[in-house]
């Protein structure tokens, strides 16, 4: 932790913080559950176990370190959406709702786009088009002969209500970074072990089970994730999870904050959902013209999607309005796999080092 921490508050993402439990430690800003303090930023790096539950009593005993990032937190995606899509209509865009069904290209690139729906086919006279198919852009691809080097990992959640409060309703995302065998009762683990089918559910699941609670005065709704199944795989509509994702999800958030065993077997049926990752083997996005003239990529956003989001539309703006280029546009470009030193670099790529 301390070692990501440096390197991350080397980048510019302000200073670190580090509390041993002495009194030379310095102040614990309190957190806020709604906003933040814009004057506050960087990180907390909790190296001592009773601070750690001091500031969260409800996490496992066994925590020895905890990093505070103090400019993380989440918004409503819908919301953001919504919010754009009224500013391009009333800049004056047009919205059409259908499946894209053809592109026709000629010699000198895009030439028009045919959009299907229940009252027919559409098609667009434009010379340029942009690519944003989400979790679909191979497929996309190939409407213009483009085979892109991305692939999908399926991504669940689960909502369940926690009426006893055992998770304060003010606490930020709080992520697990360990691994852990999930806790089962000795007759659980009988039974799973007297299986093939099930005795995998004995092992030990990697880190990252995660969670933080969703909704506004008296919710009592908690947000859980958890990866442990990276699997590249076909996208389909709607997503089909594993029978036993929430009961997985539900026991790894037991392993993390032990009260909420008592949901264990009585937390009724969880809501599960979920869609996929779209990412390229190093997760870099492409953005940026393709070989086909007028046409443009957006995507492969994988994990970070929203928070990429404005900068990552600003920069293939700038690409389709001719306007200046920053100095990191080349780092994006669909080109960037023609390059020898990066095809050697992705040679030695350690695709288990983390999402970034």
């Given at each position: ?13 302000g ?57 993380c937190?989440?918004?409503s ?10 500013q391009a ?23 028009s ?20 198919a ?14 892109f ?81 990276i ?13 036993e ?81 920053p ?5 994006f ?24």
């Amino acid at each position: 932790m301390e070692r990501v921490a440096k390197e991350i508050s080397a980048l510019g993402a302000g200073p670190i913080r580090t509390h041993r439990g002495g009194p030379e430690d310095p102040s614990y800003p309190a957190c806020r559950p709604r906003g933040f303090d814009t004057g506050l930023s960087g990180a907390e790096l909790v190296l001592d176990p009773g601070t750690v539950r001091k500031q969260y009593p409800f996490i496992k005993e066994t925590a020895i370190a905890m990093l505070h990032v103090r400019r993380c937190g989440w918004l409503s995606a819908q919301q953001l959406g919504m919010y754009l899509l009224q500013q391009a209509k009333g800049a004056g865009a047009q919205f059409l709702m259908g499946r894209v069904s053809g592109v026709s290209v000629g010699k000198g690139g895009i030439e028009s786009v045919q959009v299907s729906n229940e009252k027919g086919r559409t098609e667009i006279s434009t010379r340029s088009l942009v690519i944003a198919a989400g979790p679909l852009l191979k497929q996309a691809g190939t409407l213009i002969g483009m085979d892109f080097p991305v692939f999908n990992e399926l991504h669940g959640k689960i909502a369940f209500n926690d009426p006893q409060g055992v998770i304060p309703r003010d606490v930020p995302l709080m992520i697990w970074t360990d691994p852990m065998k999930l806790p089962w009762t000795e007759e659980e683990r009988e039974v799973l072990e007297g299986s093939d089918k099930t005795r995998w559910l004995l092992e030990e699941f990697p880190s990252g089970v995660h969670f933080r609670p969703e909704g506004g005065e008296g919710s009592q709704t908690i947000l859980a994730l958890w990866t442990y199944d990276i699997k590249p795989q076909e996208p389909v509509w709607p997503p089909v999870f594993d029978p036993e994702y929430a009961e997985i999800v539900l026991r790894g958030m037991a392993g993390m904050v032990p009260g909420l065993s008592v949901y264990l077997g009585k937390a009724g049926k969880p809501f599960v959902d979920g869609g996929y990752y779209c990412k390229t083997q190093e997760n870099r996005p492409l953005i940026g013209p393709l070989p086909v003239k007028g046409a443009f990529v957006i995507g492969a956003l994988s994990g970070f999607g929203i928070m990429a989001s404005m900068a990552a539309g600003e920069l293939l703006g700038n690409h389709l309005s001719g306007s200046v280029l920053p100095d990191y546009a080349p780092a994006f470009l669909l080109s960037r796999y023609e390059d020898s030193e990066y095809k050697k670099l992705l040679a030695s790529w350690d695709a288990t080092s983390g999402q970034l």
